[in-house]
Structures are given as C-alpha cells and as structure tokens.
C-alpha cells in the first residue's frame, strides 16, 4: 500500500501569512496528487489535482508543486476563510489513500 | 451544477448491514466518464476511500473492506448505492458519496452519520 505522511499536522499562522504543507508518498506516484480543504460540518472541496493543476473556481493564492514523492500545497497569503484541515490524496493505484490532514488554525 | 445527496439510516445495529444510496441530480450518472464513489470519515479522524463504480458498472474496492462492499447503480433512478455488511461499531463514520473525475473528487455530498449500535 501507498502511505501518504503530511507535515506538519497542525499549523500556526496569522492572516497574510505565506503557508506550505508537505505530503510525502511511501513510493513513486508521479503526479498523481490532489488536495482538498476542509471545513468542520463540510465535505471536503477540491483544490488541486495532478499535482499543480488548479481546480476551476479556486483562489490563485492556492498552488500545487512536485512530483514523485514530495508534493507541497502553498498558500501564497492566507485568508480567513483559509482557516481549516488540508488533505492530500493519492491515486496512482485504485486504491486511493488520504494523508491523515494538516489542520490549519489562526495564531 | 451537479448536486449529490446521501440517504439512508442513521443508525446501524452491530452485525447488521449497512445501506445507503446517493442520488444524483443536474446531471445523468450514466453520462460522462465519471467514477461514482463512497469515502468515509470517522469523527475526527481522516478520510477512508471505500470503492467507486463507473457508469458501466464496474467496480473497485478497497481491500481492506472489499469483503463486506457492494456498490450498485440504478441509472433508471440516478442512484447509485452502497452495501456494507457484518458493521461493528470501527464502521461508525460520516459517509460521503462523491464524483471523480479520473480520480480526484469534484462534486461531493454533505455526508451522513451513521453511527453502529445496539
């Protein structure tokens, strides 16, 4: 099984910070990489897929990069609606797996 | 807009079956190329896919509980649903029906409890 790990687990910022939240593969899964927010009570909603690919309708403060193993989801400046769990999602086999969430919280 | 809404009991005795069905609306669930798919929540905790079936009807589950899944689809209906059988109370979670488009998630349901106890 691909294991995702994300780091860190919670996170500290203030409104106009700049954010990054890892998320590593137990293996290779190419691009093969999504990112979801999460707000208590809410389904999850898309914000990245393959890795860098920005879902319609989503912020440009929100971005993805890498590939491989170690994939980053930047907040270029954080908002107050960006106060929330973050979730990254592995597909390169069917059977998908989540990271265990980064919980973004107000400092 | 596509919109998808879960349905079912909220509560589920142990050893017992677990039944719930996602209808679809704003759009044909049989139009597209879309998988069709259940992903769970326990209460703090992170997201668990459970399977997904394509507009043809095929199937993937997760190994961990392919044993006890059945995911069917009623195109008649626009429905499709999910079975999961022998429930103890490790099976109490938000349930959430969702589309992926190859397999990221787009549209998603507002998810139901459903909590496993006599």
């Known amino acids: ?107 | 807009q596509v919109q998808l809404q879960e349905s079912g009991p909220g509560l589920v005795k142990p050893s017992q079956t677990l039944s719930l069905t996602c209808t679809v609306s704003g759009g044909s669930i049989s139009s597209g190329s879309y998988y069709w798919s259940w992903i769970r929540q326990p209460a703090g905790k992170g997201l668990e896919w459970i399977g997904r079936i394509y507009t043809s009807g095929s199937t993937n589950y997760n190994p961990s509980l392919k044993s006890r899944v059945t995911i069917s689809v009623d195109t008649s209906k626009n429905q499709f649903s999910l079975k999961l059988s022998s429930v103890t109370a490790a099976d109490t979670a938000v349930y959430y029906c969702a589309r992926a488009v190859g397999f990221w998630y787009d549209y998603w349901g507002q998810g139901t409890l459903v909590t496993v106890s006599s």
Do not use: H
């Not at chain 1, 995702?4 to 899964?29: E, F, H, K, N, Y």
């Not at chain 1, 912020?59 to 491989?68: L, M, V």
């Open chain 1, 1 to 107: 099984d691909i294991q995702m790990t994300q780091s860190p687990s919670t996170l500290s910022a203030s409104v106009g910070d700049r954010v990054t939240i890892t998320c590593r593969a137990s293996q290779s899964i190419s691009s093969w990489l999504a990112w979801y927010q999460q707000k208590p009570g809410k389904a999850p909603k898309l914000l990245i897929y393959k890795a860098s690919s920005l879902e319609s309708g989503v912020p440009s403060r929100f971005s993805g990069s890498g590939s491989g193993t170690e994939f980053t989801l930047t907040i270029s400046s954080l908002q107050p609606d960006d106060f929330a769990t973050y979730y990254c999602q592995q597909y390169n086999s069917y059977r998908q797996t989540f990271g265990q969430g980064t919980k973004v919280e107000i400092k």
